[in-house]
């Protein structure tokens, strides 16, 4: 029997279920501090969750539709992710919850803090570009 599945899609059901846990454990009883912090790190707001969870939604349904699919998925849906690293780390404010917009930029953050904050959203679209363009360059689509 075949896999239905090409390493690409397995990839986006990968980080299907990893952004659903990102939800999931941002609710999570005593894993955040006074201040709201998951971990002590990252602030996560309710429209943080809703970026997590239709990236994770989304992963799920190119995952399950096809290899292009899934390959289109990790080649654009990181790009606001670094986005959203670059500004934390050059502007001070988040892009993805609209800080940049309505509170403005606040100069760079070169704090140990904002990094260990902003690491997540700089492996995401590196790893997700490389799978997307390295990755989906030298692997062939799954056959049914």
């Not at 846990?21 to 996560?44: C, E, K, M």
Request: with cysteine.
């Amino acid at each position: 029997m075949t896999n239905p599945f090409s390493k690409i899609q397995w990839l986006a059901w990968f980080y299907c279920a990893n952004f659903l846990f990102i939800v999931a454990l941002s609710h999570w009883p005593g894993l955040t501090d006074a201040q709201g912090r998951l971990l002590g790190l990252f602030a996560i707001d309710p429209i943080d969750d809703i970026f997590h969870l239709l990236s994770g939604l989304l992963a799920g349904v190119v995952a399950w539709k096809s290899h292009a699919w899934s390959v289109n998925y990790f080649k654009y849906a990181g790009i606001p992710y670094g986005i959203d690293a670059l500004t934390g780390i050059f502007l001070g404010v988040e892009f993805l919850n609209g800080d940049l917009c309505t509170v403005g930029p606040r100069g760079p953050d070169l704090s140990v803090r904002a990094a260990l904050t902003n690491t997540p959203h700089i492996l995401i679209p590196a790893t997700m570009m490389l799978i997307g363009f390295w990755l989906a360059a030298r692997e062939k689509p799954a056959t049914p």
